[in-house]
């Protein structure tokens, strides 16, 4: 089979990744390797869609590649397939099916995103910068909006950006309709534009309350997961969920698991415990899911080369220290990578504890008495 190499792929999806300096050389090499890996262990399927794989598409698929690598590296010598067609027409595929002795390991990964609310806020600010690319006024300008700002206000907002943008620069402007608020700052440019070019934001107007918004978005996500598994775990058959988690705290990912925290008063004391409403607690999911296994990337994050950082910054029309600091604020990262690895135990198949063990190398195994404090756990 023919490949094409990692440089064409991330050129293919987006050639900026490279000449912005957010793709290194180091990544691209590494992907080479990589693809070598998959194709040696009979995963050419992975590696083609990783090929035509397409924005978000793209990046689920990296996971999925990262963790292929992962296991046939810990496994040199046993059995793993990506996808294998099912006995049972109609039935989802397994993402991977490991077989080790008698024992097979169905695992499903899924990469989690951000939350809906970020998602669309992000394309309604995208929304704002293209349509402002039409007002021929050559400043840039910065935006925040309120947390409950309704994006049926975007014409409003974008005829109060036009209007302000005639006023003197580096002067704060607020729009309050309706009690959807917005600050707006003109910048003076260091060089000649052709049209006002949104910069991005200022510090946010107030915080957003997320409590449990996360931890219901991770059981949609293992729930929708947990469907590709067409019969409970066993003795001989391992269901496992494993979860690209950078961007997911641990308390939130105990509490969709193991069920939210709770505080109990009693005999003057306080007690703290978990209430019965997590995953675990599921009887149709528990059955069928014996862990879950949670992945974070090890390298640190990737910044990109000075020099390169200075040469985005003057496309960007921003200083490099501005630059270097949306970068971070982006989260750029090594996107090929290893990762840690948590296992988060079902207790229903505390019997298969170390039947699970035996799929990677596991930095901690965590369980319901345990509790996130920083970034450790404690009983």
Known sequence: MIRISAKQIFLDVDHLLISRGIISEKDISRLDENMTLLHNRGMDKLNKRLEEARGKTFWDTIAEHN???????????????????????????????????????NIQMKKLSKLEWDNRRDKFLMRIKEETKNIKIGKRF????????????????????????????EQIHNFDSQGNRAEVRFLVPSKQ???????????????????????????????????????????NSINLIAMEADNKQDIDICDALFGAEAIFAGDGKHY???KDDGMFFDRCFAEKVAGVIVLRRKEEPYIPPFAKVEALAKRLDISADE????????????????????LYKNDKF???L??????????????????????????
């Not at 027409?89 to 397994?94: S, V």
């Not at 630059?323 to 948590?342: E, K, N, P, S, T």
Request: aromatic share 8%; net charge negative.
């Open 272 to 274: 703290w415990s978990r």
């Open 67 to 105: 963790f292929a690598v992962k296991l046939c590296r810990q496994h040199p010598s046993i059995s793993i397939s990506y996808e294998p067609e099912s006995p049972n027409q109609g039935e989802r595929p397994i993402d991977f099916v490991m077989k080790k002795g008698s024992l097979t390991f």
């Open 142 to 169: 910065e935006l925040s909006l309120s947390v409950d700002f309704d994006e049926g206000m975007f014409e409003q907002l974008v005829e109060f950006i036009k209007e302000k943008a005639q006023l003197d620069a």
């Open 323 to 342: 630059c270097m600091r949306v970068l971070q604020q982006q989260g750029i990262i090594r996107c090929i990578c290893d990762y840690d690895a948590l």
């Open 354 to 379: 170390e039947e699970i063990k035996a799929v990677l190398q596991f930095d901690m195994v965590i369980d319901r008495k345990m509790r996130p404090k920083g970034s450790n756990f404690t009983l």
């Open 350 to 352: 505390e019997h298969l």
């Open 193 to 235: 534009l052709l049209e006002l070019t949104y910069a991005g934001g200022m510090t946010a107007l107030e915080a957003r309350d997320i409590t449990g918004e996360d931890s219901g978005q991770i059981k949609k996500s293992i729930r929708n997961a947990a469907g590709a598994f067409a019969h409970p775990s066993g003795q």
